[in-house]
């Protein structure tokens, strides 16, 4: 087929081919699109008949992101449908490969592979959900992988062997013998718990080796125009912008991509999810208060006031049994629930003849949130003492419970029933043998900041430097490579903690227990902080119970959308998220 733009003829779907041999561009295939199991990517520059293009982003499936790529002319094509098709807001940048410069260090503690198995395929969509993007096919990633047109990496953690990364490559060539002889990268996903600095450059980074192995002469990529933190890492890798264009379909996902909703940029994750969540609903949001997080949600005549996840539905007499930690583990006493040895605390003499029954104790402020003034590991009479006065100094009535190891377990219970459970893990750097441990915190707090919306960072405070203390090392000291290093005791996220997801792995002797303890609480939207062994066991302390969980914090479980339902029953969306997993027969 002759090339449009050799007959003198205007093409929408031409694009400025470099010197490429005209007999390149004629042998090139016509019509391709690839199917990348979120979405299909269509290839415009071999469309001649625009009309073709158009039905195939009207065939879009539910729930799909179909992009129609290197459009050189998208406001024509969007001037055909303007009411269904859309300029994507979202730039095009290039790395000429040979240009590329390797790394001189490679990124330590995690390694780069292809996809190797269909778990990979589950693990990739994991990734996916957890930064919002849209989840594929795994049967349709896993066929994908098996051909030359499709490239899947993931990086895995060195220490753990958990999957925290993953990106996935298009060869051009592979696909339509492109005459540019280009590829293209989609689908860059970090895991924002992971503590590894540098996972999404190397992603990049094996990515384009592989593609030079293969002798291509670019690799582009598309990222949103306000991906800040993403433009920045391609921006020093050699990416450069280039005058590419996507369009997309109007469909609810990409709904806030083309329509400017109010701005709100001072909402702070844990009321924006819910704020957004309304709104996707057709649930009038008025912002009240911003700094507090507080909106008011109305519904056909029915409207609640919320902050955050607290809610008109919770009442006052249970949000102070959550506020009031010796209330709190009356109750769950009374209602069968196991809970860590405990006393107030009152003189030293007392305090130390509980420590010494013990042995190791946790101290906490009777009323408080968000780990202040809590003290984990105290094993002297002297550490006990300094405990409690830090613990006065929020709250003159002091709590010491028995110190029960484990792991910190938060489920998130909406209505009397489960949504979502994780572990939380303590503020933790890993050494690299260059950098000092104040290095290695600052860089932990940038990453930590970053992933929440700037709600979680590790406070260099005297409890950071008593916990780098008690392992041996100060903020001065270099820390050897592979070395882990916690310095924060305990796992509250604002003070740079870890949520890793245990959903669907919840042991359902947990799941009941978390029901019972909200029921005795009387109260719609809780969450109950456990010690267990593991979230798979049946073993479990209740600490506590948080009448305003971050729901954001959970992702991609829907909290929030469960937290709507509650409100406004009647635009239900969403089925029961959590269901008990088998238990095994004897």
């Not at 009207?58 to 055909?80: C, K, N, Q, T, W």
Request: net charge negative; charged share 25%; proline share 7%.
């Amino acid at each position: 087929m002759t090339d449009p733009r050799r007959r003198g003829q205007h093409s929408l779907w031409s694009t400025p081919w470099k010197e490429a041999p005209e007999h390149l561009v004629r042998d090139m295939k016509r019509d391709v699109l690839v199917d990348l199991a979120w979405g299909r990517l269509v290839f415009a520059q071999t469309f001649d008949d625009p009309r073709h293009v158009i039905d195939l982003l009207r065939a879009e499936e539910e729930g799909r992101r179909d992009i129609a790529m290197y459009v050189a002319d998208p406001h024509v094509l969007v001037s055909h449908a303007p009411g269904e098709l859309f300029i994507d807001p979202s730039l095009t940048y290039r790395l000429e490969l040979h240009r590329y410069r390797p790394r001189r260090n490679p990124v330590s503690g995690v390694f780069v592979r292809k996809m190797s198995e269909l778990a990979d395929a589950e693990e990739i969509n994991r990734l996916y959900a957890g930064r919002g993007m849209v989840t594929g096919d795994t049967a349709l990633m896993w066929g994908n992988q098996r051909t030359p047109t499709f490239t899947y990496l993931v990086a895995q953690d060195e220490r753990t062997g958990a999957v925290v990364g993953t990106v996935t490559g298009v060869d051009h060539v592979r696909a339509f013998d492109d005459p540019d002889n280009g590829a293209s990268l989609w689908s860059l996903a970090v895991d924002p718990q992971s503590t590894i600095p540098g996972v999404g450059e190397a992603l990049v980074r094996v990515l384009a080796e592989r593609y030079i192995g293969r002798g291509r002469d670019h690799l582009d990529l598309s990222v949103l125009h306000d991906n800040d933190p993403a433009i920045r890492l391609y921006t020093r890798l050699g990416f450069q912008r280039v005058p590419v264009f996507a369009v997309k379909r109007k469909n609810p996902i990409n709904e806030p991509l083309y329509v400017a909703g109010p701005a709100e940029t001072e909402l702070n994750p844990y009321a924006k999810i819910i704020a957004d969540e309304a709104r996707r609903r057709g649930i009038l949001v008025e912002i009240t208060d911003a700094e507090s997080g507080e909106l008011r949600l109305s519904h056909g005549g029915r409207r609640i006031v919320t902050r955050e996840s607290l809610s008109e539905l919770t009442t006052a007499v249970a949000m102070s049994r959550c506020d009031d930690k010796q209330l709190t583990r009356r109750i769950f006493q009374r209602a069968g629930l196991s809970v860590p040895r405990g006393v107030s605390a009152s003189s030293a003499e007392a305090d130390a003849a509980f420590l010494a029954e013990v042995g190791e104790a946790v101290v906490k402020p009777v009323r408080g949130e968000q780990g202040r003034g809590i003290t984990v590991g105290v094993t002297s009479p002297a550490a006990l003492a300094s405990a409690v006065s830090l613990a006065q100094t929020f709250c003159p009535d002091v709590l010491i419970e028995e110190c029960v190891d484990g792991e910190d377990l938060r489920i998130v219970v909406i209505g009397h029933e489960v949504v979502a459970a994780a572990v939380r893990r303590p503020a933790t750097v890993y050494g690299t043998g260059r950098q000092t441990v104040a290095d290695l915190i600052d860089a932990h707090s940038r990453r930590r900041s970053a992933a929440t919306g700037g709600e979680s960072r590790v406070p260099v405070d005297d409890t950071t430097v008593e916990t780098l203390r008690a392992a041996g090392y100060g903020l001065g000291d270099v820390l050897p490579e592979g070395v882990a290093l916690r310095v924060r005791r305990t796992a509250n996220l604002h003070t740079g903690g870890t949520i890793h997801d245990v959903t669907a792995s919840l042991h359902p002797t947990l799941a009941a227990a978390a029901v019972a303890a909200s029921e005795a609480i009387d109260i719609p939207v809780t969450g109950l902080d456990m010690i267990v062994p593991s979230p798979e066991g049946e073993e479990y302390v209740l600490i506590e119970a948080n009448e305003r969980p971050g729901l954001a914090n959970h992702e991609p479980q829907p909290t929030a959308a469960r937290f709507v339902d509650l409100l406004f029953p009647a635009t239900r969306t969403t089925p029961r998220a959590w269901q008990p997993p088998p238990v095994p027969q004897p």
